[in-house]
């Protein structure tokens, strides 16, 4: 397997933005593109991962058409969507295309613009995440099965709602450290705790805001880099890893572990030759 290295990279603000979909992906890739001496490169390869921008913003061949935007055709253009995980998989496929030696420099951005819709909209385009089989067509949504795992967790491990409220706190702490942050502004378990309930037992701060925003990451192999004279500022790649799970909540073997995350964590780990200490 050939070494794979982030020579690059770049990130616009997050939040509810002017900026069009594909505007926010060309901030990103040319702050990234500047950092890593490519504008102008040969691209082999551009990897965009967003979900549903066919919905949220009626653009149903965004890969290509940023391709166009960004002046690296002919380069190759793949969209790649894994929901939730979109961007992650996007950065999987570039590392894997440089590592498999089929390609040298490659283009990843990952790109989402949920405004343009209202929020009731929004949701039920998330919600096309979920098995319509076994939940949606149910009721079920998103904010409904993250509460039932909330209410699982704190059943089986003794937790309260003060404690559960650490989790937004500790985001809005960090939040407040960045200037690219959605919310910048901390909040207190109080605040968390007392606020509004979405679907118990979480409440307005457990749960995510629909966001727009965009990051990009150029990928190089060795003699790119070398070629590119940025050997001090190339960062190795030491390891990636992608699992699933059962799609339905309820045909998993837990609702309080995530199968998904600790199979990607120890190929990841078994990659990168750490040893895993996940389970």
């Known amino acids: 397997m050939e070494p794979v290295n982030v020579i690059g990279a770049g990130m616009t603000s997050f939040g509810v933005l002017e900026d069009s979909i594909t505007h926010l992906a060309e901030q990103a890739s040319f702050e990234a593109m500047e950092q890593s001496q490519t504008l102008g490169q040969r691209f082999d390869h551009l990897i965009v991962g967003s979900q549903n921008p066919d919905e949220f913003v009626n653009i149903g061949h965004l890969s290509t058409l940023l391709a166009d935007r960004l002046g690296i055709v002919p380069a190759g253009a793949t969209r790649v969507e894994t929901g939730p995980s979109s961007g992650s998989s996007a950065f999987e496929v ?16 990952g790109v989402e613009k949920m405004s343009e819709v209202d929020r009731g909209r929004a949701s039920k385009i998330l919600a096309k995440m979920m098995s319509y089989e076994n939940e949606t067509r ?7 099965l993250a509460a039932m795992v909330a209410r699982r967790y704190m059943h089986d491990y003794g937790l309260t709602r003060n ?11 960090n939040g407040a450290k960045n200037s690219l942050a959605h919310f910048q502004k901390e909040i207190t378990v109080e ?6 309930v979405v679907a118990e037992p979480l409440t307005l701060f457990d ?11 150029v990928l190089a192999s060795n003699r790119m880099v070398r070629d590119l004279g940025l050997k001090d500022q190339a960062v190795r790649v030491l390891g990636v890893g992608h699992g699933t799970d059962y799609h339905a909540v309820q045909h998993r073997l837990s609702m309080t572990s995530f199968s998904a995350t600790i199979t990607a964590s120890e190929k990841a780990f078994k990659m990168a030759k750490i040893l895993s200490t996940v389970r």
């Open 94 to 109: 570039g590392f894997t295309m440089i590592a498999s030696g089929y390609s040298e420099l490659v283009h990843v951005i």
């Open 207 to 217: 749960c995510c805001p629909t966001s727009d925003g965009a990051a990009s990451i």
């Open 138 to 144: 149910y009721g079920a949504t998103p904010t409904a």
């Open 191 to 196: 605040k968390v705790s007392t606020a509004r």
């Open 163 to 173: 404690e559960l409220s650490l989790v937004p706190v500790k985001a809005h702490r």
